[in-house]
């Protein structure tokens, strides 16, 4: 099993930073890809970034050029920068682990934190 923490979340001015943060304990394996994941009032959950252990990133295009994921593999922690916020950021944040076997791959989810943008 995994248990992902997160925390970082919170209100926050148009244009403003947020970081938040993602501590993963229990079976970590050490290849996965570790990343976050959005979901607005009213809309599905959506890929924001996510990183492989080996480094190679993905980001939505929404967030792209605002938004930096990185990751301490020794700490099993996953981060996400976020920069020139948007309201249309405003959402549940939730971060994942997905790994497993070339078979079958597992997905493990945070609570969530909430990051609200707004003057």
């Known amino acids: 099993q995994v248990q992902l923490v997160e925390s970082g979340g919170g209100l926050v001015q148009p244009g403003g930073s947020l970081r938040l943060s993602c501590a993963a304990s229990?079976?970590?394996?050490?290849?996965?890809?570790m990343g976050w994941y959005r979901q607005a009032p009213g809309k599905q959950r959506e890929l924001v970034a996510n990183?492989?252990?080996?480094?190679?990133?993905n980001y939505a295009y929404s967030v792209k050029g605002r938004f930096t994921i990185s990751r301490d593999n020794a700490k099993n922690t996953v981060y996400l920068q976020m920069s020139s916020l948007k309201p249309e950021d405003t959402a549940v944040y939730y971060c994942?682990?997905?790994?497993?076997?070339?078979?079958?791959?597992?997905?493990?989810w945070g609570q969530g934190t909430q990051v609200t943008v707004s003057s």
């Open positions: 229990g079976t970590i394996f050490s290849a996965n890809v």
């Open positions: 994942n682990v997905r790994q497993g076997s070339p078979w079958r791959q597992f997905d493990y």
């Open positions: 990183m492989a252990s080996g480094g190679d990133t």
